[in-house]
């Protein structure tokens, strides 16, 4: 399976935890890559069928909860991350509007396995691996 990101942007700090209402001009600290559906259709499907095997067992849907959906198909990767939110600049703005698109094959590449974990902390450091799958 073949992953492509499309483009690579800041992370949007949003409104009191509420994903749909990111705050104008601030970023929380993140730096993402992203790939839309379009290029990615088989990693979509397996995310798909992953999240429904997750809704599935009892153990991990008590701790999920109810709720638990795939609300967003895409493929993101976190690329980095400063401690702190950050106010996005016209000059930042401008250096991230030159990855709003990327057309070259750098950006497209294998993904042999996926690894089920969980984590407290944004960089992972308590990353407790769950299960593992090849792809």
């Known amino acids: 399976m073949n992953v492509k990101f ?9 409104q009191n935890g509420e994903t749909l ?31 429904s095997f997750l809704l599935k067992d009892e153990n991990l849907n008590s701790i ?4 638990f959906r795939r609300r967003f198909p895409t493929v993101w990767s976190t ?17 991230f509007d030159e990855y709003k698109e990327l057309d070259s094959d750098f950006f497209q590449m294998p993904c042999p396995e996926l690894e ?16 593992k799958y090849s792809i």
């Open 6 to 14: 499309d483009l690579i942007r800041l992370g949007s700090k949003y």
């Open 21 to 51: 209402k990111p705050v104008y001009g601030v970023s929380n600290g993140t730096i993402i890559a992203f790939g839309d559906s379009l290029h990615n259709q088989d990693f979509i499907t397996f995310g798909n069928k992953l999240a």
């Open 64 to 67: 999920l909860g109810k709720k």
């Open 79 to 95: 690329m980095g991350y400063y401690a702190a939110d950050f106010k996005i600049t016209t000059e930042l703005e401008m250096i």
């Open 116 to 131: 089920l974990g969980s984590s407290h902390y944004k960089d992972l450091r308590d990353w407790k691996p769950i299960q």
